[in-house]
């Protein structure tokens, strides 16, 4: 008779093959990585280095729909190993430890980000961060149908009622009171953050509404003629000033806003090296330049900036204009007290 | 081996595991976290504290609630105006398209195959200032100018949430007009009933059900809408699923958002069963 088959042996050896595959696998990261990111950055032309460099790496991406919402993702436990986000959330990552430092010597391209850009990512000495796209924010105007615009104070004008476009955004419709009101945004009272909110109550009426998306619902209508002033990006100004629409880009007396687009790599990756190589490939060459010519929006490599010589984007960035940076007022951090109560409040104007 | 019972019980239990995973489970987690005190991002790693802090919080912004309101005032226009809008095309489907009836249904239903979120931006193009609707005015010189209310308005949300609901609508009412046996036309026409009587005595009470089910599958969940608000709606079209959503993202807090929800949650609750008893579907039905 033979003898009967432990039926735990299968099983066992799965099991041991299966430790050993893994102990095969261990030390080397997954090809993959998970990006989260603003939706539209997803598409290759905004990646193409890494594409070349890393042809069989496969990229996946989620996305944030602002600041708060990446912040919130990442909290919440996103699997991302890298996240894209905007000035003044840095310190939040930090306290929360979601970020981990990145080692600058393994990135190839980082020479060519000049210092005061690199310093934006650093926090307590440590680079926590790189900078990417960066950008002002102004107010756009129609010139056929607003006289030159010298203060933020045009967006709550009531002459222009039911042409405004104001962005979605509580910080953002802090910061703008703050510029008028000649308040530091970085030290907001409750009184003043009152005075902000019955402000923008009051305002709510002349938008024809508040646009969310650069390209979508803000574009569009500054160029068809609906929209004749606006809380805008850059990028918007040269897409408009190429399709041949009149409008400026003011340089209210308040001072623009100026804000920097940050990478950072995440605490639980298990593909740091990976992360690595494409925050160095987004500051390469052929994915800055087209970030300048594609988005207008602004690249941390300065060599790619120096050779920027369409008339149109040298206006958008200001680039003719070297003292513009005396009057830009750059983002501040926020605290995490001060942005709960910022949308909170801008959530309240919207309900009003 | 598995009683007739038992097997029906057995497949049942799929689709029952579906919904405790994916809906009950969501709800109570959601009812659960209305009750945790943070205003900003929610640590699960902090002990779980109860907390009215949030309940609190909504009351005293009484913004909110005139927004719910306001949102419970939509979802009823556009819950009625759907209904009667597919009332009549789904009579021509049960009574008049005969042979032709499946044709039409799929004609119905192809507006499904595209996306929603195209179909709402096709009415952005439609009630634009330079689109089809004001030119039309215009051409026909109804108006002389762009009638600024058709885009960025409450009104352009109930608009277009009519018209993306009207085929949902139609479906449950054509269900309960096929449903309803020809023979009972027919004694009440030997019974001397004309065609309208016979539509308003016979044809309408049967078909009520239908059209309540109707009325509640675009009611309940045009509450707490606020995809197309987003897109249509601009500053006064702003619906309580819009604070629901921007506390979701742009707050990033979690806790009032959930409590929002609950609160639209048990108020949909309380009206759909106060109505259910006023109407006593069953003696409709039956």
């Known amino acids: 008779m033979p003898a009967r088959m432990n039926p735990a042996r299968p099983l066992l050896a799965m099991l041991a093959g299966g430790v050993l595959l893994l102990s095969s ?94 310093a934006l990512g650093q926090i307590d000495g440590k680079q926590y961060f790189i900078p990417w796209d960066w950008g002002f924010s102004s107010i756009l105007y129609n010139t056929d149908e607003v006289p030159e615009v010298t203060s933020w ?39 003043q953050l009152a005075q902000i909110e019955e402000d923008w109550i009051a305002q709510k009426p002349l938008n024809i509404h508040y646009w969310d998306s650069e390209y979508d619902n803000l574009c569009p209508e500054v160029i068809s003629g609906d929209i004749w002033i606006a809380y805008a990006w850059p990028g918007c100004y040269a897409t408009a000033l190429f399709e041949g629409a009149p409008v400026a880009y003011a340089n209210p007396v308040e001072g623009r806003n100026s804000w920097v687009g940050l990478y950072g790599i995440s605490t639980d990756t298990d593909s740091y090296e990976l992360a690595l190589q494409f925050l160095d490939a987004k500051l390469a060459e052929l994915t800055c330049g087209t970030l300048v010519t594609d988005y207008y929006y602004g690249c941390a490599n300065e060599e790619v900036m120096a050779a920027v010589d369409d008339p149109v984007l040298i206006e958008a960035f200001a680039l003719n204009d070297p ?23 801008w959530t309240r104007v919207k309900a009003e | 081996m598995l009683g007739r019972r038992g097997a029906l019980r057995f497949l049942a239990l799929p689709p029952y595991l579906w919904l405790a995973v994916f809906f009950v489970l969501p709800v109570l987690l959601i009812v659960a976290i209305s009750f945790r005190p943070e205003a900003g ?31 419970v005032g939509m979802a009823l226009a556009i819950a009625a105006s759907a209904t009667l809008l597919a009332y009549p095309i789904a ?35 439609m009630l634009g200032g330079e689109g089809a609707i004001n030119s039309i005015f215009q051409w026909l010189g109804i108006t002389s100018a762009p009638i600024d209310l058709l885009l960025y308005s409450p009104v352009a949300v109930v608009i277009t949430l009519i018209y993306v609901w009207i085929p949902f609508a139609a479906l449950p009412i054509y269900a309960a007009l096929q449903r309803i046996e020809r023979g009972h036309l027919e004694a009440a026409a030997d019974l001397g009933a004309g065609p309208w009587s ?35 709606g601009g500053t006064e079209g702003y619906m309580y699923g819009n604070i629901i959503q921007d506390f979701f993202t742009r707050a990033a807090s979690w806790a009032t958002g959930s409590a929002l929800s609950v609160i639209m949650l048990l108020l949909t609750l309380v009206l759909v069963a106060v109505a259910l008893r006023l109407i006593d579907v069953r003696r409709l039905a039956s």
């Not at chain 1, 002459?159 to 907001?188: F, Q």
């Not at chain 2, 539509?199 to 809408?225: D, K, N, Y």
């Open chain 2, 198 to 232: 016979r539509f308003w005595r016979v044809t309408v009470p049967l078909s009520l059900p239908g059209a309540i089910a109707a009325f509640f599958m675009v009611f309940i969940p045009t509450v707490g809408e606020y995809v197309t608000p987003s897109l249509v």
């Open chain 2, 91 to 125: 009579y021509f489907l049960a009574f008049r398209a005969r042979e032709r009836a499946v044709f039409f249904l799929i004609l119905l239903l192809i507006p499904f195959a595209v996306s929603y979120l195209l179909r709402v931006m096709a009415w952005r193009l």
């Open chain 2, 41 to 71: 991002p929610i640590d699960f790693g902090d002990p779980w504290t109860f907390s009215l802090a949030q309940y609190q919080r909504i009351w005293e912004t009484p913004a909110y609630l005139r927004r719910l309101g306001m949102s």
């Open chain 1, 153 to 191: 104070d045009a967006l709550l004008n009531e002459d222009y009622a039911g042409h405004i476009a104001m962005w979605d955004d509580g910080p953002a419709a802090v910061t703008v009171s703050a510029y008028i009101n000649g308040w530091d945004e970085t030290a907001i009272t409750d009184e």
């Open chain 1, 25 to 118: 696998c261990a030390g080397a990261e997954p090809n993959e990585l998970l990006v989260l990111e603003w939706a539209g950055y997803d598409e290759e032309r905004w990646w193409p280095d890494f594409k070349t460099a890393n042809p069989d790496t496969a990229v996946d991406f989620e996305f944030g729909t602002n600041d708060a919402d990446i912040l919130a993702k990442m909290g919440a436990g996103s699997e991302a190993d890298v996240f894209h986000f905007y000035t003044g959330y840095e310190q939040l990552y930090v306290d929360e430890e979601l970020v981990r430092e990145i080692d600058t010597s393994k990135l190839t391209n980082w020479d060519a980000v000049p210092a005061d850009m690199q």
């Open chain 1, 323 to 345: 003292s513009v940076l005396e009057t830009t007022n750059f983002t501040p951090p926020v605290t995490a007290e001060d942005r709960d109560a910022w949308t909170a409040m």
